[in-house]
T-cell receptor, first 113, second 115 residues
């Protein structure tokens, strides 16, 4: 069975602070893919990153970075120098076979000016 | 804008009714996925089609059905609607080989309200 846990329900930071969103996953498969999506107040789901289980390199894209650690089954997402426009619900997701995609419950991030 | 379109944007209907949600994938994408997002269940995968054929099935109720047409657009049919079916329904598409592990690009969603 696949499971994704986002223990942080809500996070509130002040603009320019760094913030890390946690994601812990469970799967028995050795090949799997992890994803992060952003859902801004407008409601659409925006793709951020896809990472396979064999690629443990950390990834940086502008102010966004991802830390994948197989040893702790975690795929954490850090936003550096947060901005008000980063306010959204962020979802971590896991797909370990071709029959399912499991999303975490999401973390609501509020960035205050 | 992901390139995936969904209509209608909002839908209000009564219990017991039937509705159809429509999705057009990104140009060239053969896979279409349907998801339901509700407050109590979160984001749940419903069903996937690849080039007109059902490829994967998730937590889709028997009252719900879907299909993908030759022009690759897809429709999700919801019947005998109940209050608990009120949710945001997303369609996504991907350009990969048709697996759930492909990157999925989501449409803006259809918000269904059952009164």
């Amino acid at each position: 069975a696949q499971k994704v846990t986002q223990a942080q329900t809500e996070i509130s930071v002040v603009e320019k602070e760094d913030v890390t969103l946690d994601c812990v996953y469970e799967t028995r498969d050795t090949t799997y893919y992890l994803f992060w999506y952003k859902q801004p107040p407008s409601g659409e789901l925006v793709f951020l990153i896809r990472r396979n289980s064999f690629d443990e390199q950390n990834e940086i894209s502008g102010r966004y970075s991802w830390n994948f650690q197989k040893s702790t089954s975690s795929f954490n997402f850090t936003i550096t120098a947060s901005q008000v426009v980063d306010s959204a619900v962020y979802f971590c997701a896991l797909s370990a076979d071709n029959n399912d995609m499991r999303f975490g419950a999401g973390t609501r991030l509020t960035v205050k000016p | 804008d992901s390139g995936v379109t969904q209509t209608p944007k909002h839908l209000i209907t009564a219990t017991g009714q039937r509705v159809t949600l429509r999705c057009s994938p990104r140009s060239g994408d053969l896979s279409v996925y349907w998801y339901q997002q509700s407050l109590d269940q979160g984001l749940q995968f419903l069903i996937q089609y690849y080039n007109g054929e059902e490829r994967a099935k998730g937590n889709i109720l028997e009252r719900f059905s879907a299909q993908q047409f030759p022009d690759l657009h897809s429709e999700l049919n919801l019947s005998s609607l109940e209050l608990g079916d009120s949710a945001l329904y997303f369609c996504a598409s991907s350009s990969g080989s048709g697996g759930m592990t492909d990157t999925q690009y989501f449409g803006p969603g259809t918000r269904l309200t059952v009164l």
